[in-house]
C-alpha cells in the first residue's frame, strides 16, 4: 500500500474499528496519514486493527470503550483527547447485529440492546465529539448507518427503527 499525507496531523476516531466497515474505514485514514485511534468493547479485536495498521506504516492505537455508556463515551473522548491533542474526525460505527425474527417475539432485552447499540451510542459519540470539537473550533462527524436506515425490512423491526434513528 502507498501512504499519502491527505490526513497528516489528522486525529481520526472510529467506533465499533475492530471489525468489518470500521477496521476498513480505520485502515483508510492510517493510509492517508491520519493518527487512528480505534474505539471497542473487544480488545482482541482492536489490537488486531490497531497490529494491521502499524504493519502497513501507519498510526494507530486502540482504547476500550463501550459506547453505550455515557461515562465510557466521556472517559474515551477525554482519552483521545489527551493522548492525541485533539479531535479531528469521528466516524461512529459501532453497532450490533438484529435479532431477527417477528415484532412480537422480541423482549424488552431485545430493544434495549439493539437501540442502545444502534442509536444511543451515536447519541452518546456526538454529544462528547461535539463539546471537543466546539471547543476547538472545528471537527466532522460521519454516523455510519445501514440500507435499512432508509427502507423497512420484513422481521427486523427493532434494528430497522434503530437506524432510522
Request: charged letters at 20%.
Amino acid at each position: 500500500m502507498s501512504y499519502t499525507n491527505g490526513f497528516t496531523k489528522k486525529v481520526v476516531l472510529v467506533t465499533g474499528g475492530g471489525t468489518g466497515i470500521g477496521r476498513a474505514t480505520a485502515q483508510v485514514f492510517a493510509q492517508q496519514g491520519a493518527q487512528v485511534v480505534i474505539a471497542g468493547r473487544r480488545v482482541k479485536e482492536g489490537e488486531e486493527t490497531v497490529h494491521l495498521i502499524r504493519v502497513a506504516g501507519g498510526n494507530g492505537r486502540f482504547i476500550q470503550a463501550d459506547v453505550t455508556s455515557e461515562a465510557s463515551v466521556k472517559a474515551l473522548m477525554d482519552a483521545v483527547v489527551k493522548s492525541c491533542g485533539h479531535l479531528d474526525i469521528a466516524f461512529n460505527n459501532a453497532g450490533a447485529d438484529a435479532q431477527f425474527g417477528p415484532l412480537f417475539e422480541a423482549t424488552e432485552q431485545d430493544f434495549d440492546d439493539t437501540i442502545n447499540s444502534n442509536l444511543k451510542s451515536i447519541w452518546l459519540c456526538m454529544k462528547h465529539e461535539l463539546l471537543y470539537m466546539l471547543k476547538q473550533g472545528r471537527g466532522c462527524i460521519v454516523n455510519n448507518a445501514s440500507t435499512v436506515g432508509h427502507v423497512g425490512m420484513a422481521n427486523m423491526a427493532l434494528y430497522v427503527a434503530a437506524k432510522h434513528g
